[in-house]
């Protein structure tokens, strides 16, 4: 959690700072603003994106220093649909095969996440106290 938390802020911080740099990154071809078309709200959608990554790296990796469980399972589905939706637009040509790793890192994330907090569960299910056996006599 605090790994894509953190990951998450910086790559906002790179898109509020260096937008062109974010774009060659999410495998699209940045432009001189003088060959931008007049209504092109590239940079508006791009700003408003990145200060959303922002906040939720802050937000992820507040819930890990936090160890709240609960939100880590709510980030399970939420990034598997978000994996879907994103391959779906690359799929449909909507976006650059660049953006694909977006795609795949957000589904890789989820699987990942889903896999440890399952694993922590068995594990404290197993550690937990039996009750003793019942005395034969």
């Known amino acids: 959690m605090a790994v894509f938390g953190v990951l998450a802020a910086v790559l906002g911080a790179l898109g509020l700072m260096a937008p062109d740099a974010l774009l060659t990154a999410m495998g699209f071809e940045p432009m001189a603003d ?3 078309a007049d209504g092109d709200h590239t940079l508006v959608f791009l700003t408003a994106s990145s200060m ?3 906040n939720m790296g802050v937000y992820y990796v507040l819930a890990a220093l936090a160890d709240w469980r609960p939100f880590f399972r709510w980030t399970v589905p939420f990034r598997l649909l978000t ?3 994103f391959t779906l637009a690359v799929v449909t040509g909507r976006a650059p095969s660049g953006f694909l790793g977006v795609g795949l890192w ?3 994330g989820a699987l990942v996440t889903g896999a440890a907090l399952r694993h922590e569960r068995r594990g404290q299910a197993a550690e937990e106290p039996r009750p003793p056996a019942p005395e034969v006599g």
């Open 34 to 36: 003088a060959r931008r």
């Open 52 to 54: 959303a990554a922002v």
């Open 83 to 85: 994996c879907a939706v």
């Open 106 to 108: 957000e589904g890789l």
